[in-house]
């Protein structure tokens, strides 16, 4: 295993393209990023670490309250809610949204931004948020 990652040194099988345009995909808002209950758009960007893929739960396998248990609970970061944007959504700022499963939570996927800079990051994060928002906090 990879030192801190829980990811397995074998080559990882291919990540698996979303298809259902409308399956949710949960993301967990840490507090500093809420204001007056509404996320900012720092919530729907990928930071440096996440090296242009943003780690989301996938709704076809697992609910709100599960994604943020497992964040919480399991996990052990900090969480405001759950929002969440479908993959058609995605698609029509047009990021792909692919499934990630990892050993420890096989409900992971992400939304890539890998081919984007920063300030075009930055665009379709705010148009992510736009429909989060629209669409309200999941859980709790």
Same mark, same amino acid.
């Given at each position: 295993?990879?030192?801190?990652?829980?990811?397995?040194?074998?080559?990882?099988?291919?990540?698996?393209?979303?298809?259902?345009?409308?399956?949710?995909? @949960?993301?967990?808002?840490?507090?500093?990023?809420?204001?007056?209950?509404?996320?900012?758009?720092?919530?729907?960007?990928?930071?440096?670490?996440?090296?242009?893929?943003?780690?989301?739960?996938?709704?076809?396998?697992?609910?709100?309250? *599960?994604?943020?248990?497992? @964040?919480?609970?399991?996990?052990?970061?900090?969480?405001?809610?759950?929002?969440?944007?479908?993959?058609?959504?995605?698609?029509?700022?047009?990021?792909?949204?692919?499934?990630?499963?990892?050993? *420890?939570?096989?409900?992971?996927? @992400?939304?890539?931004?890998?081919?984007?800079?920063?300030?075009?990051?930055?665009?379709?994060?705010?148009?992510?948020?736009?429909?989060?928002? *629209?669409?309200?906090?999941?859980?709790?």
């Amino acid at each position: 295993m990879t030192e801190g990652t829980g990811e397995e040194d074998s080559p990882a099988a291919p990540d698996v393209r979303l298809e259902d345009v409308g399956e949710l995909l @949960y993301r967990q808002v840490h507090p500093t990023w809420v204001e007056d209950g509404v996320p900012s758009s720092q919530a729907f960007a990928p930071t440096r670490k996440d090296k242009g893929k943003l780690s989301i739960a996938r709704g076809r396998l697992v609910t709100a309250e *599960d994604a943020y248990r497992h @964040y919480t609970d399991v996990l052990g970061l900090s969480s405001a809610g759950t929002w969440a944007v479908m993959v058609g959504e995605a698609r029509t700022t047009t990021l792909e949204s692919f499934a990630e499963p990892l050993h *420890d939570d096989p409900a992971h996927g @992400y939304i890539d931004f890998r081919e984007l800079g920063r300030r075009e990051s930055e665009r379709r994060a705010k148009l992510l948020l736009s429909h989060a928002v *629209d669409r309200g906090r999941l859980h709790p």
